[in-house]
């Protein structure tokens, strides 16, 4: 129950905040849950097509928000990170609080449409969000009728394919025969799976990574609330990226706030975190954070079935990888 004031009372928060964790807690026994049809696409057990609907739909996002969009094992929740630290740095009391929601909560797709109540009211001044989901699924209006900005993080597709694999073997939703048979018994089946468009990773048959990138980046040139943010740009030159996707957030740093957000989101900084992340979240994408590992993992003709695909995907859309730093 929401008080007087329209906001809802700690002890509500925490409820929600502990049902958020039970369900999720749930959703990682392992029981083998079910892949998901949606639109034309499928989805990895756990995505929710409540949650996808009413946030696209009759939702009301809330003013001056932050959407942190991504395909799966490309910087999402080093991005979030850099986002939090970005909004609530300069105050250790909010920040604190806003590291006390667990960052699934943030997940659009993911938990009940319940959650829906309460973000509004969680206890941090601006509301920052994340997907997974595809372009076409995703409510732009909502962004500019809100405000709100739109940080679309991506990175070359031979470390993302390596980093994805290895993700893929924790997921805790799936049974290992699932696994097995949905996602490929070991790399070899694992790449070929993949690259053919076989992954239920929020796409339509046929299609991967480099699908959901083209789509989004249609509106990175569009539309002026949509902002890309490139991995290995963050692993190059972090204070400078960091500067700029705080002028996009509108946000003023000064030359110690970006010291600070740079040494709050090195990934031994992540890793330390993720200790006390009782989701398991962090601990599951936070790995090396390299760039050019997947030299050590795909063959060559493994990398030279991706530079084709890539050349015949990406060729007139001014969109472009970086493989080693």
């Keep these: 129950m929401a008080q007087s ?11 929600m905040l502990e049902e958020m964790n039970n369900s999720l807690k749930n959703m990682q026994a392992g029981n083998g849950l079910e892949i998901t049809q949606y639109k034309g696409k499928e989805f990895m057990p756990g995505f929710s097509v409540e949650c996808v609907e009413h946030a696209m739909g009759e939702w009301t996002m809330p003013q001056n928000s932050v959407i942190v969009s991504s ?3 490309t910087g999402t929740a080093w991005c979030m990170e850099i986002v939090r630290q970005i909004l609530f740095g300069h105050d250790e009391a909010v920040l604190n609080k806003s590291k006390s929601i667990p960052i699934p909560v943030h997940l659009l797709e993911l ?50 394919a390596v980093s994805w694999y290895h993700f893929a073997n924790k997921i805790p939703n799936m049974t290992r025969e699932q696994k097995e048979k949905v996602l490929g018994k070991e790399w070899n089946e694992f790449f070929a799976k993949y690259v053919a468009g076989e992954h239920p990773t929020g796409l339509a048959k046929g299609e991967w990574y480099p699908d ?21 740009s963050l692993k190059k030159d972090f204070p400078k990226e960091v500067c700029r996707i705080a002028k996009f957030l509108e946000v ?13 989101c090195t990934v031994s900084a992540m890793k330390s975190e993720a200790t006390s992340d009782k989701t398991g979240f962090l601990k599951m994408n936070v790995r090396k954070g390299e760039v050019g590992g997947w030299k050590d993992q795909l063959t060559v003709s493994q990398s030279e079935l991706i530079d084709k695909v890539m050349e015949e995907k990406m060729t007139g ?3 472009s990888f970086t493989y080693v730093l």
């Design 212 to 232: 959901h990138v083209i789509g989004w980046m249609e509106h990175v040139k569009s539309d002026e609330n949509v902002l890309s943010v490139e991995y290995e």
């Design 71 to 73: 395909y799966p094992k």
């Design 111 to 160: 938990g009940s449409k319940k959650k829906f109540d309460f973000l509004p009211h969680l206890p941090i001044p601006r509301k920052f969000f994340a997907t997974h989901i595809a372009a076409d699924l995703f409510n732009f209006d909502k962004v500019r009728e809100s405000n709100s900005k739109v940080i679309y993080v991506y990175r070359n597709p031979k470390d993302q």
């Design 252 to 264: 003023e740093l000064s030359a110690d706030d970006v010291k600070r957000v740079t040494e709050n």
């Design 5 to 15: 004031n329209g906001t809802v009372s700690s002890d509500m928060i925490q409820r």
């Design 317 to 319: 859309k001014g969109i």
